[in-house]
Each structure stands twice: as structure tokens, then as C-alpha cells.
């Protein structure tokens, strides 16, 4: 079993820059293939960014070039770097992982994961 915390959601204008972490425990984050998804108000859970077993990255056609997903195997975490950030990207922020991708694969279905976080807020003012 997997554990998920997140956290580094806040409020930020927009242009400004927020850093996401997603610790966590039970096993090495390597172990499976790492998702960040977020949900705004009435609308479903969209994926941002995705990193593979093996380290490859897949971002969301919104957030290219603005988002950096990365993995921090000493601390057993994922971070996802938020920059010039829109007021559109505000959302509830989840981390997932998935066991059954294959090693170079990411899914950006939220279906295809079975661990998540709690999630965090993040809110992008204009």
C-alpha cells in the first residue's frame, strides 16, 4: 500500500509560481508511474503532468513550458514547479500513482490510477 500527502498549494497572483510536493510512503515512488491531475469547481479531474517509472516526463497541452514535473528519489517525493501561472490553472491539485503502467508508459486517464492524494488548493488571483 502507497501513501500520498501534498502540499505547496496556496494563493498566488497570476505570473507568479508555486512548487507542489507529493510525498510519498509505503514504497519508492519509482515504483510506479507518477501523475499530477487537477479539478476545478463543477468541471472533472484533468490531467497536468505525468512522470514514468524510468523518469520519463508528459505534460498537458496547458501547461507546457509553464509546468515541470520531477522526482527527488532520497526524498521519495514528486514535485510538480508551477510558473507563469494563469488564473484558468486554479484547481484542487491531486497526486496519483498507478502500479500497472508498463515502464516507459503515463497515463493521463484518471481511471488508470489507483492511489491518490488529498489534495491541495491552489488559487491563481487575476
Known amino acids: 500500500q502507497v501513501q500520498l500527502v501534498e502540499s505547496g498549494g496556496g494563493l498566488v497572483q497570476a505570473g507568479g509560481s508555486l512548487r507542489l510536493s507529493c510525498a510519498v510512503s509505503g514504497r519508492t515512488f519509482s515504483s510506479y508511474a507518477m501523475g499530477w491531475f487537477r479539478q476545478a469547481p463543477g468541471k472533472e479531474r484533468d490531467f497536468v503532468a505525468g512522470i514514468t517509472k524510468n523518469g520519463r516526463t508528459s505534460y498537458a497541452d496547458s501547461v507546457k513550458g509553464r509546468f515541470t514535473i520531477s522526482g527527488d528519489n532520497a526524498k521519495n517525493t514528486v514535485y510538480l514547479q508551477m510558473n507563469s501561472l494563469k488564473p484558468e490553472d486554479t484547481a484542487v491539485y491531486y497526486c496519483?500513482?498507478?502500479?500497472?503502467?508498463?515502464?516507459?508508459?503515463?497515463?493521463?486517464?484518471?481511471?488508470?490510477?489507483?492511489?491518490w492524494g488529498q489534495g491541495t488548493q491552489v488559487t491563481v488571483s487575476s
Open positions: 496519483a500513482a498507478d502500479a500497472t503502467a508498463y515502464y516507459s508508459d503515463v497515463s493521463n486517464s484518471a481511471r488508470e490510477y489507483k492511489y
